[in-house]
């Protein structure tokens, strides 16, 4: 059975995009005896995967109507069910009164069956940690939440819940998923995925200015101000500023003093390597930004600075320099590092020590970088993100570090040059992008 997420578009045509993915992984979750959690960046299609998309599969299992309790805690009609108005919570600073959504969860309950609890934007509750550790204990309670990153992030899951948050991290769109509802050829579709993202309403706009302004008000109204707010950031200048130096830097290697000497020469700022740090967890927490850290490979040890940070969105990105500085190179990889992210690998920068003889004869050591390094339980990848292949002295260049880890796991080129799978006379599997983000199974191949 195919799950669908259905949008609107301009003209009013019924869109469809798939997100089988995220169902099934909800679906391995059920009766886990865990409060299960979406989380991701805002818009990325948690609350319609949740009351839509899981809501018809529970109907779709024979799940009765009546044992599927749903609640938008940002919704005026949920909200009046329960006797409360959102004007007047505005007014008084307040979140949702407990105790009334309590009262109204217990008048559906009208037998010992199972419900299932389906909340959506749960922080706008009150004490709602309370409340939901609460009805963990009830054995025929199954219950489902989203929240928006302005205060429901994962790092207040690891305490708020203490080890009964079960947290599944959702992204906006990935390329399977845009192709789903993009009219043209996947060439064409890759262009506009890696200029626009994968924001399910940016997609579904008509016309490039659209696309952009939507992303320009998506960044300024919802994700930064959601930042603002958190965070209780007076200066928003710096935090824009240092998206802005992060936004043209995709794929580099940054550090905290790095960001303060480029603050200090260009801005004749005297912001702190703490306050930098600071700013990037923040941007972290809200998803909009992801960091790789340094693993070395022969040493088997994590390197604490410098790090890669890529954006969980690359339309975002692009709106934020105002789509004055596209390079495809840093985007392929941007584009890569999500895909690998969201089929669920842990993903480091690679460093590999190596030791070779100058000039001179002396022995100099140096550092060769693999742009991935992809774990998931015993499975293990060493991939390079190679935007053209033209030449041997290009291709001697990107295998060069992966031949220098001797190892025995996977060793991957990802080229934008259209050629079939192939792999040399070194094992190293070569595979061209759209089919690497086309087939979930091509890097086994």
Same mark, same amino acid.
Do not use: W
């Given at each position: 059975?195919?799950?669908?997420?259905?949008?609107?578009?301009?003209?009013?045509?019924?869109?469809?995009?798939?997100?089988?993915?995220?169902?099934?992984?909800?679906?391995?979750?059920?009766?886990?005896?865990?409060?299960?959690?979406?989380?991701?960046?805002?818009?990325?299609?948690?609350?319609?995967?949740?009351?839509?998309?899981?809501?018809?599969?529970?109907?779709?299992?024979?799940?009765?109507?009546?044992?599927?309790?749903?609640? +938008?805690?940002?919704?005026?009609?949920? =909200?009046?069910? *329960?006797?409360? #108005?959102? %004007?007047?919570?505005?007014?008084?600073? @307040?979140?949702?009164?407990?105790?009334?959504?309590?009262?109204?969860?217990?008048?559906?309950?009208?037998?010992?069956?199972?419900?299932?609890?389906?909340?959506?934007?749960?922080?706008?509750?009150?004490?709602?940690?309370?409340?939901?550790?609460?009805?963990?204990?009830?054995?025929?309670?199954?219950?489902?939440?989203?929240?928006?990153?302005?205060?429901?992030?994962?790092?207040?899951?690891?305490?708020?819940?203490?080890?009964?948050?079960?947290?599944?991290?959702?992204?906006?769109?990935?390329?399977?998923?845009?192709?789903?509802?993009?009219?043209?050829?996947?060439?064409?579709?890759?262009?506009?995925?890696?200029?626009?993202?994968?924001?399910?309403?940016?997609?579904?706009?008509?016309?490039?200015?659209?696309? +952009?302004?939507?992303?320009?008000?998506? =960044?300024?109204? *919802?994700?930064? #101000?959601? %930042?603002?707010?958190?965070?209780?950031? @007076?200066?928003?200048?710096?935090?824009?500023?240092?998206?802005?130096?992060?936004?043209?830097?995709?794929?580099?290697?940054?550090?905290?003093?790095?960001?303060?000497?480029?603050?200090?020469?260009?801005?004749?700022?005297?912001?702190?390597?703490?306050?930098?740090?600071?700013?990037?967890?923040?941007?972290?927490?809200?998803?909009?930004?992801?960091?790789?850290?340094?693993?070395?490979?022969?040493?088997?040890?994590?390197?604490?600075?410098?790090?890669?940070?890529?954006?969980?969105?690359?339309?975002?990105?692009?709106?934020?320099?105002?789509?004055?500085?596209?390079?495809?190179?840093?985007?392929?990889?941007?584009?890569?590092?999500?895909?690998?992210?969201?089929?669920?690998?842990?993903?480091?920068?690679?460093?590999?020590?190596?030791?070779?003889?100058?000039?001179?004869?002396?022995?100099?050591?140096?550092?060769?970088?693999?742009?991935?390094?992809?774990?998931?339980?015993?499975?293990?990848?060493?991939?390079?993100?190679?935007?053209?292949?033209?030449?041997?002295?290009?291709?001697?260049?990107?295998?060069?570090?992966?031949?220098?880890?001797?190892?025995?796991?996977?060793?991957?080129?990802?080229?934008?040059?259209?050629?079939?799978?192939?792999?040399?006379?070194?094992?190293?599997?070569?595979?061209?992008?759209?089919?690497?983000?086309?087939?979930?199974?091509?890097?086994?191949?």
């Amino acid at each position: 059975m195919q799950h669908v997420a259905k949008i609107s578009s301009k003209e009013g045509e019924l869109m469809e995009i798939r997100r089988d993915f995220y169902l099934d992984k909800l679906i391995k979750r059920k009766h886990n005896g865990l409060i299960k959690i979406i989380t991701g960046i805002r818009r990325c299609g948690k609350s319609y995967l949740l009351n839509n998309i899981f809501y018809q599969h529970l109907l779709s299992c024979g799940i009765d109507d009546a044992h599927i309790i749903r609640f +938008a805690f940002d919704s005026a009609d949920d =909200l009046q069910k *329960i006797g409360e #108005s959102p %004007i007047a919570m505005g007014k008084e600073k @307040r979140g949702v009164n407990p105790e009334k959504f309590m009262a109204y969860v217990n008048s559906r309950l009208a037998d010992e069956g199972m419900y299932y609890l389906l909340l959506d934007e749960v922080q706008e509750m009150d004490c709602f940690e309370a409340v939901l550790n609460g009805y963990l204990r009830k054995a025929n309670m199954d219950v489902y939440v989203t929240g928006s990153n302005a205060k429901f992030l994962s790092k207040d899951i690891i305490t708020e819940f203490a080890g009964r948050g079960d947290e599944m991290h959702m992204y906006p769109l990935s390329f399977a998923e845009f192709m789903s509802v993009y009219p043209g050829d996947k060439y064409m579709g890759l262009a506009e995925y890696m200029l626009y993202g994968g924001i399910p309403a940016v997609v579904l706009r008509e016309g490039t200015a659209e696309k +952009a302004a939507a992303l320009q008000n998506l =960044l300024s109204e *919802i994700y930064l #101000s959601d %930042i603002y707010k958190r965070n209780r950031i @007076r200066n928003k200048g710096e935090m824009e500023d240092l998206l802005n130096i992060l936004a043209s830097a995709i794929g580099s290697l940054t550090n905290y003093e790095k960001l303060k000497n480029t603050f200090k020469s260009v801005k004749k700022s005297k912001i702190t390597s703490t306050t930098i740090k600071k700013y990037l967890d923040c941007l972290e927490d809200s998803f909009l930004i992801e960091a790789a850290s340094r693993y070395d490979v022969k040493g088997k040890a994590y390197i604490d600075t410098p790090k890669k940070y890529y954006f969980s969105d690359l339309g975002l990105r692009n709106a934020r320099i105002n789509f004055r500085q596209f390079e495809q190179t840093h985007s392929m990889e941007n584009v890569i590092y999500n895909e690998l992210c969201m089929r669920g690998y842990s993903v480091d920068v690679g460093v590999v020590p190596i030791a070779v003889r100058d000039d001179s004869g002396n022995v100099v050591r140096k550092q060769l970088e693999v742009d991935f390094v992809c774990n998931m339980g015993s499975v293990r990848y060493y991939i390079q993100s190679a935007y053209s292949l033209p030449d041997e002295m290009k291709r001697a260049q990107e295998v060069r570090p992966l031949k220098n880890i001797d190892d025995t796991f996977k060793k991957i080129i990802i080229t934008k040059d259209i050629v079939p799978a192939y792999y040399d006379e070194y094992g190293i599997l070569t595979v061209n992008i759209y089919d690497f983000l086309l087939d979930c199974d091509s890097l086994e191949k």
